[in-house]
């Protein structure tokens, strides 16, 4: 692991009242970052994470944001969680504990995260669980192998394994989460998350390629010189 230097979208978190550290994300080489989005803070990103536009990984209020390997966080994704500490104490109504560890928000392995849900911790997502488009998770754990379908709202409860929340769903009792479907084999969506992770940890890899070959500075100089050429004209 190595911390990038200070980028514009990617940088260390400001001194507060709330946190009087300042920490830069934690990049795994493999993971790749759109330069239209944003990882700022006490954040942690696993291997081969795909980090689309628009998306905001912001470690600077709740802490840390753990993403693990194989994670893809797509277009205008939100991660962010509520203050974690107070004068230097750990709130812990504010925190997920993972592993005798304390999160903010922790995003397991292999989690998909599709375009414009919102994970705002304290939060957890177990591993191979796709959470869907629009789909806000809030003080909530979601277990292994799980799907939230677009649009559902999942707030202050315990979701099991193995459980898919449908689309539009509000889960807010914890009645109503034990109460979720399971997963069944003839279930339309059960390889879907399988699917998305295989297209993102490509798409990783190959946009890091071009990062490597000068590619995005190559295309903002012709981008500049068409611009040139256009007033000329």
């Known amino acids: 692991m190595t911390s990038f230097t200070e980028l514009n979208h990617i940088h260390a978190n400001v001194r507060a009242t709330f946190n009087d550290e300042e920490h830069s994300p934690d990049i795994d080489r493999s993971a790749y970052i759109h330069p239209l989005a944003a990882v700022i803070g006490y954040v942690h990103l696993g291997k081969r994470v795909m980090v689309a536009p628009a998306a905001s990984v912001r470690g ?15 277009d205008c994704v ?21 592993d005798g560890e304390f999160y903010g928000v922790y995003i397991s392995d292999r989690v998909s995260l ?3 849900c919102q994970v705002h911790g304290p939060a957890k997502i177990g591993t191979d669980t796709f959470i869907g488009m629009q789909a806000l998770v809030f003080k909530a754990t979601i277990g ?6 677009p649009k559902a709202l ?26 979720l479907p399971l997963i069944t084999a003839d279930y339309p969506l059960k390889q879907l998350n399988h699917a998305v992770v295989h297209v993102n940890v490509e798409l990783a890899s ?26 000329q004209t």
Request: proline letters at 3%; hydrophobic letters at 40%.
């Open 60 to 74: 600077d209020e709740g802490q840390p944001i753990w993403v693990g390997d194989d994670v893809n966080i797509q």
């Open 78 to 98: 939100v991660l962010h969680a509520l203050e974690t500490h107070v004068n230097g104490e750990m709130k812990p109504e504010a925190v997920v504990e993972v």
């Open 114 to 116: 599709a375009h414009q």
């Open 144 to 149: 292994n192998n799980c799907v939230v379908e």
């Open 154 to 179: 999942v707030m202050g409860v315990n979701v099991a394994d193995g459980r898919y929340v449908p689309a539009g769903a509000l889960i807010t009792t914890q009645e109503a989460a034990d109460n």
């Open 206 to 231: 190959g946009y890091l390629e071009k990062e490597a070959n000068g590619y995005w500075e190559k295309a903002m100089q012709a981008l500049l010189t068409s611009k040139q050429q256009s007033v």
